[in-house]
């Protein structure tokens, strides 16, 4: 053991003391809406409610599941997360892996008119036009298919082939008498779960999260993913709120608008936020991608 000076100590002391800082300053709004959202909603409008439930009730989570969208919505979100990151994986493997080979011609060129793809696009109103010319519209291909790939993602994928899986394993398969798609399925995927759990987490993420393109695309109810499910209930309850009339129906409106707020905060991100604990050391070694190793 190294001898710490009190420069030393000093230096840990600080650096622990604006980890837990941050630690709170991330922690503590998950943990207010999850109080709030099972905590009397006079009491949370009032400012009353700090670290812990008080009224305990559940009133916000029974109205939101009596909406019979809601289920609806789960499971065509769930299928649209499922289907869509399926889908983005694929793309994103089969556009990155080329990339990353030596003797791919012209690679430069293609990775170039990929990034072109970041500063322009063709705008809302051609993507559209684009969509309904194919027959996607109010289908759940209008949300899977213009999203089908991220080149982000590609770039990232492609650093991690480049980096990671050294250029001797590859060649060694080659030698032995693989193909391509041999080396992929059987050497390269197996070496880059990292990357590969780095990938779902951020589609995933993005389909579960994504109601724009639903509301622009959809027009049946029936399709509505959860997103567009909750967006509504919210923008009806704001909606009481403006025409409830009397001091007491609009209290009791405002009241019931917060509680129902917080319970879909609650049932939108919850699914989300169980993913982290499982991919959380892939995601921690996803991040240094492209970093400098000594």
Sequence with gaps: MVK?????KMFVFIVHALLILVLITVLYPL????IAS???????????IWLWP???????????????????????TILYTLLGTCVNLIMTICAAYPLSRKELYGRSFVTALFVFTLFFSGGLIPTYLLVKKLGMVNTMWALIIPNAVAVWNIIIMRTFFQQ??????????????????????????????????????????????????ALIYLTGR?????????????????MK?????????????VMEAE????????????????????????FTKGLTIGAVKG
């Design 54 to 76: 008080e009224g305990i009730t559940f009133h916000g989570y029974e109205k939101v599941f009596r909406n019979k969208d809601i289920l609806t919505g789960y499971a065509n």
């Design 259 to 282: 509680s129902i707020k917080y319970a879909v905060v609650i049932i939108a991100n919850l699914p989300v936020l169980m993913m982290y604990p499982f991919l959380q050391r892939y």
């Design 4 to 8: 710490q000076s009190f420069g030393d």
């Design 241 to 253: 709120d403006m025409v409830a009339s009397g001091e007491e129906s609009l209290a009791k409106s």
């Design 31 to 34: 943990v207010f809406v999850l």
């Design 164 to 213: 990671s899986i050294p250029g001797e394993i590859q060649e060694s398969a080659q030698i032995d008498g693989c193909n391509n798609l041999q080396i992929l399925l059987r050497i390269v995927l197996p070496l880059a779960l990292p990357i590969l759990a780095v990938m779902t987490l951020f589609y995933s993420v993005a389909h579960w999260n994504s109601y724009f393109n």
């Design 222 to 238: 029936e399709k509505y993913p959860l997103q567009l499910v909750l967006r509504e209930i919210l923008i009806q309850s704001n």
């Design 38 to 48: 099972i905590s009397d909603p006079g009491k949370v409008v009032n400012g009353e």
